[in-house]
Each structure stands twice: as structure tokens, then as C-alpha cells.
């Protein structure tokens, strides 16, 4: 969740893998495409569409996936409570890899989001063995920069995680509900990882729910796609603390997420089988699943014996549609009080309810009205979107370990420019060959600058530098030096609003300087 400084090329890197995520590493992805397979993310085209006044980086499809972020968009057109969460780990300057961010919460902000950001101090001490006086030292220029481009912090909260003990209370009580084997499966920790490393997990976890403790609502986090394991756990998590699960059944028998699409199936084909068409019977299903080897043929072979089974164990029962409610690890009082509210039919058993007159969504309601007013969490699962690595300007990552690689916002604006003058470019071996074939703008530091960065909201303007490009009208010489003048009024501009930034900071509740320095 927490933003690095592990910026990279998003295309060719060396090392490039598809497949493996790791947060604190140099993760890269060789293929975006890959992402939506491997680990379910979906595409950001599915519902850019739902999104009102969708900002640059959605339009130009450097955002490009996302989970569950038609919540978010649904509460935004709807005028319904979200929020939006980021952090930043303070290992080095914070560099137009990381103004991305920035933005993006500053967009939720400005939507209407309760936007969060927070300096994750405990990472930093835990994961990356920063000193405390290292962490102080850069923790207040990411503050200073987020507020310069247009964070509201008189309507928004800014925090450290060493300073907010809630924080670390919420972390205490998910700590209950993760165990090492997870932490190994997702991370891959072994016997060698320190303990409190795997306490700033928890930590981060609690990071991305904390905007729920009030209240809760649809919460996005904008993250690089190396940061998708602390999501994955972080919904999880966010499942597992509520005290109802909600899910759709056909009998009193129970189907897995896997095989309730095939059981789904086998009622909506009911004329097909069934003496009685408004009655099916499980064990009239059963034999039709046995019969029909093209519907069978579409899932897999355990998914279909598995069903089979428990519809013939079912027997003569009817099979039915209903809304089934777990009781994950409700009080007494929490279950008594959900059966009371279930409207119309319903069948009351040890673990759970069944309801028949209620609809999906009314349902997932009900149960969160019900868990809030007993004293639960009510989480709902977090969303996140995923914005491309940015490339290094020397090709292959960006890294504030490299300072050829990256900008930093507080570079001096003459070293901005004299960067950008210097930067590996997409161009051919010769200016004829250029004005010839043209140039390669998908595979230019210097156009993802103008994307990224230096068009800002015009997308006439960041269109035309690629299509000159890439018919070649533009060449590489007069390309960068257009983007390093812009890149050099944008710190100057960006620097004089950290300098009046500065006097804000200092009158806000947030702990600029730990306790813990020295250390």
C-alpha cells in the first residue's frame, strides 16, 4: 500500500517479471495485460465510463486497472460518503514517481473523498532499517509537497503510524485475524524475517481500513501494482472481522464461490428437467448434470462432482433461490437481532438464516446495519487502482537511489531541466531516420514526462507531442528541450507553494519530529 521508491519501466526492464509482486522490492511488469489474469485486477476501461470528470492519468490510461472501484464511483455520482488513503514511505526524496500519488488523492479530495495520507514511519524503521532521524529528516517533505499540490488538510487527515495510537490498536486487533502461514504464502517470509517486519504489515493493514473506524464506506487506495498483496490481505482482512457473511444459495446444503455458478445454472435450465418447473428438485439437477456433458464441459470436473453429490444428498429438497447469512463471529444479540430484521420468508437454522424475499444488495446492507449498531467493525472491502511504473530517465527504473533516474521535487529547477535535456529518449539513430519511420513514443522517458506530468489536464496537448512523434514531425532535440522548460517552471511553481506551505504545516496536529529520534 505504502508508496516507495520503487518507480519502473513498465515495459522492458531488466529482470521484468510478470508474475511476482513484491512490495518492498524492484518489482516490474513486463506485460499490464498479465495482471488482470494472474491476480484478478480489472481493467480501468471496465468503468472509466461510471467515473464523473475521470482525471488525466484515468484518461490517458496510465491508471489502468482497479478492485471493486465501481463502489467508489457509485458514491461519487451518488453524493454517498468515500474516501480515499495513501502512504508514503520516507526513504529518499519524494520525485514525480511519487507526485502520481499525490495527485490522485488530491483528485478523490477535490470529489469529495475523505482523503487520508500518512508518512509510514514504522515501514520504513521495520522493512528498510531507516533510522528514526533518517525517517524525520524526509517525512516533512512529503507533507510539504502534498500540500503544495492542493491537499486540503484543514478538510483532510495527515498522520504519522508511530503517532496514532487508534492506528496501532486497529493493528493489535487484525494481528487476530492474520497468521504466519499467509504472511509466507503472500510475502515470503520465513524464519529469518524479523517480527516487527511483519507487525508493519498489520500496520499497513489497518492503514487502509482506518478511514472506516467512524464510518463505513467505499475507500480506494492508489497504488503501483507491486503493492496488490497488501490489497488482496487488506480485503480479506476487511472480510473476516465482520460478523456476517452474505452469500447466494439454491438449498440448505452448502456450494462453494466455485460451484454456485453450476448449480445457478442447473435451476435457470429447470424446464429442461424438472416434472414440476416451478419446484426442481436437487435430486432431479443432479441427474441432469450427469446427462448434459456440454454443460459439464464448461467447468471443471471436481467442481461438477462436488456439486453433484451434494445436490444427490439434497435429494427431494426443492431447489431454490435464496439469500444466505453466515454467522462469521456475531454476538448473540448481533444474530437475534438480523433474524428480527430479515423481512418475509425465511428459514432460521444454528449458523446462519436464510432469507427468500430479499434481494442481494438489500441484504449486504441489512448485515452491515445490523453489525455497526452491535459494535462491529462493518468494513467494507477496500478498493484500490493501479497506476503504470514510471520510467527512469535513463531508461529501465526509477529509483531514488539513482539521481539520474528521477526527478525530485525538491531538485533545483536548473537541475530539473538539465535532467530532461539528458534523458534517454524513444527517437531513431538519426534525424532522418526519425522524420522516416518515426519515433517510438511508448518507449520514451521523455513523452511519459509530458503524460505524466508536463500536459497536465490537456489532453489536445499531450495527443499532439505523440502523434508528432510517432509521425515524425517531432525530433528528440526540440522534444526535450520543450519538456525540460516545462519541467523547470513546474518546480519552480511546485517549490514556491512547498515555501508557503510551510507556515500551514507547522500549525497542524501532525508529529514532524519522533519521539523515538536518536534511536
Given at each position: 500500500?505504502t508508496?516507495t521508491?520503487n518507480?519502473t519501466?513498465?515495459e522492458?526492464?531488466?529482470?521484468a517479471d510478470?508474475?511476482a509482486l513484491d512490495?518492498?522490492?524492484?518489482?516490474?511488469?513486463?506485460?499490464?495485460?498479465k495482471?488482470?489474469e494472474?491476480?484478478?485486477i480489472?481493467?480501468?476501461?471496465?468503468?472509466?465510463d461510471?467515473v464523473p470528470?475521470?482525471h488525466f492519468?484515468?484518461r490517458?490510461?496510465?491508471?489502468f486497472?482497479?478492485?471493486?472501484y465501481r463502489?467508489?464511483?457509485?458514491?461519487m455520482r451518488?453524493?454517498?460518503?468515500?474516501a480515499?488513503?495513501s502512504?508514503f514511505?520516507?526513504?529518499?526524496d519524494?520525485?514525480?514517481g511519487?507526485k502520481?500519488?499525490?495527485d490522485?488523492?488530491?483528485?478523490?479530495q477535490q470529489q469529495g473523498?475523505d482523503a487520508?495520507?500518512?508518512?509510514?514511519?514504522l515501514?520504513?524503521?521495520a522493512?528498510r532499517g531507516?533510522?528514526?532521524?533518517?525517517?524525520?529528516?524526509?517525512a516533512k517533505?512529503y507533507?510539504l509537497?502534498?500540500?503544495a499540490?492542493?491537499?486540503d488538510?484543514?478538510?483532510g487527515t495527515?498522520?504519522r503510524?508511530s503517532a496514532?495510537?487508534e492506528?496501532q490498536?486497529?493493528?493489535?486487533?487484525?494481528?487476530?485475524?492474520?497468521n504466519f502461514?499467509?504472511?509466507?504464502?503472500?510475502y515470503?517470509?520465513d524464519?529469518?524475517t524479523?517480527?516487527s517486519?511483519?507487525q508493519?504489515?498489520?500496520t499497513?493493514?489497518?492503514?487502509?481500513?482506518?478511514?472506516?473506524l467512524?464510518?463505513?464506506k467505499?475507500?480506494?487506495?492508489?497504488?503501483?501494482?507491486?503493492?496488490?498483496p497488501?490489497?488482496r490481505?487488506?480485503r480479506?482482512?476487511a472480510?473476516r472481522?465482520r460478523y456476517?457473511k452474505?452469500?447466494?444459495a439454491?438449498?440448505s446444503?452448502?456450494?462453494d464461490d466455485?460451484?454456485r455458478?453450476?448449480?445457478?445454472?442447473?435451476y435457470?435450465?429447470r424446464?429442461?428437467?424438472?416434472?414440476?418447473h416451478?419446484?426442481?428438485r436437487?435430486?432431479?439437477?443432479a441427474?441432469?448434470l450427469?446427462e448434459d456433458?456440454d454443460?459439464?464441459?464448461?467447468y471443471?470436473d471436481?467442481?461438477v462432482e462436488?456439486?453433484?453429490?451434494k445436490?444427490?444428498n439434497a435429494?427431494?429438497?426443492?431447489l431454490?433461490p435464496r439469500i444466505?447469512?453466515?454467522?462469521?463471529q456475531a454476538?448473540?444479540?448481533?444474530?437475534?437481532?438480523?433474524i428480527?430484521?430479515?423481512?418475509g420468508?425465511?428459514?432460521?437454522?444454528e449458523?446462519?438464516?436464510d432469507?427468500?424475499?430479499i434481494d442481494?444488495e438489500t441484504a449486504?446492507d441489512?448485515?452491515?446495519a445490523?453489525?455497526?449498531?452491535?459494535g462491529?467493525y462493518?468494513?467494507v472491502?477496500?478498493?484500490?487502482?493501479?497506476?503504470?511504473?514510471m520510467t527512469g530517465?535513463?531508461?529501465g527504473?526509477?529509483?531514488s537511489s539513482i539521481?539520474?533516474?528521477?526527478?525530485?521535487l525538491?531538485d533545483?529547477?536548473e537541475?530539473?531541466?538539465?535532467?530532461?535535456?539528458a534523458?534517454?529518449t524513444?527517437?531513431?539513430e538519426t534525424?532522418?531516420?526519425?522524420?522516416?519511420l518515426?519515433?517510438?513514443?511508448?518507449k520514451?522517458?521523455?513523452?511519459?514526462?509530458?503524460?505524466?506530468?508536463?500536459a497536465?489536464d490537456d489532453?489536445e496537448?499531450a495527443?499532439?507531442v505523440?502523434e508528432e512523434?510517432?509521425?515524425?514531425?517531432?525530433?528528440?532535440?526540440?522534444?526535450?528541450?520543450e519538456?525540460?522548460e516545462?519541467?523547470?517552471e513546474?518546480?519552480?511553481d511546485?517549490?514556491?507553494?512547498?515555501?508557503?506551505?510551510?507556515?500551514?504545516l507547522?500549525?497542524l496536529?501532525?508529529?514532524l519530529?519522533?519521539a523515538?529520534?536518536?534511536?
Open positions: 500500500m508508496d521508491d518507480e519501466d513498465g522492458d526492464a531488466p529482470g510478470s508474475v512490495p518492498w522490492g524492484s518489482s516490474t511488469v513486463s506485460d499490464y495485460r495482471l488482470f494472474e491476480f484478478g480489472e481493467s480501468f476501461d471496465d468503468v472509466i461510471e470528470d475521470p492519468l484515468m490517458r490510461a496510465i491508471i486497472g482497479h478492485r471493486d463502489r467508489v464511483a457509485d458514491a451518488n453524493d454517498e460518503p468515500f480515499a488513503l502512504g514511505m520516507p526513504t529518499g519524494p520525485h514525480i511519487h502520481m500519488v499525490f490522485e488523492i488530491v483528485w478523490h473523498a487520508y495520507a500518512l508518512i509510514a514511519d515501514e520504513a524503521h522493512a531507516l533510522s528514526w532521524d533518517e525517517i524525520d529528516e524526509h517533505d507533507l509537497s502534498l500540500l499540490l492542493g491537499f488538510a484543514e478538510e495527515l498522520y503510524q496514532n495510537r492506528l490498536d486497529l493493528a493489535f486487533e487484525l494481528g487476530a485475524e492474520a502461514s499467509e504472511f509466507e504464502a503472500i515470503g517470509f524464519g529469518e524479523d517480527v517486519h511483519m508493519s504489515v498489520v499497513q493493514m489497518a492503514d487502509i481500513l482506518y478511514p472506516q467512524e464510518e463505513s467505499p475507500t480506494v487506495i492508489p497504488v503501483g501494482p507491486d503493492q496488490d497488501h490489497m490481505l487488506a480479506d482482512l472480510e472481522t456476517f452474505v452469500t447466494e439454491y438449498a446444503v452448502a456450494f466455485d460451484e455458478p453450476l448449480v445457478a445454472a442447473a435457470d435450465a424446464e429442461q428437467y424438472a416434472e414440476d416451478g419446484s426442481p436437487c435430486a432431479e439437477a441427474d441432469w450427469r456433458a454443460l459439464a464441459a464448461a471443471d471436481e467442481v462436488s456439486v453433484v453429490q445436490l444427490d435429494g427431494m429438497e426443492p431454490r444466505r447469512f453466515f454467522d462469521r454476538t448473540d444479540e448481533a444474530f437475534e437481532a438480523l428480527d430484521e430479515v423481512a420468508e425465511k428459514r432460521v437454522f449458523g446462519h438464516v432469507a427468500f424475499e442481494r449486504e441489512l448485515a452491515l445490523v453489525e455497526v449498531d452491535h462491529g462493518g468494513f472491502p477496500p478498493s484500490s487502482i493501479y497506476h503504470r511504473f530517465l535513463t531508461g527504473k526509477m529509483s539521481p539520474a533516474s528521477h526527478i525530485s525538491l533545483d529547477p537541475d530539473g531541466y538539465d535532467k530532461v535535456k534523458a534517454t524513444g527517437g531513431r534525424a532522418e531516420k526519425q522524420r522516416e518515426g519515433g517510438e513514443p511508448d520514451c522517458p521523455v513523452y511519459e514526462l509530458y503524460a505524466y506530468l508536463l497536465g489532453d496537448f495527443e499532439r505523440y512523434c510517432a509521425g515524425g514531425e517531432r525530433l528528440c532535440g526540440g522534444c526535450k528541450e519538456a525540460a516545462l519541467m523547470e513546474f518546480l519552480e511546485h517549490q514556491e507553494k512547498r515555501e508557503e506551505a510551510e507556515e500551514l507547522e500549525g496536529d501532525v508529529e519530529n519522533s523515538r529520534g536518536g534511536l
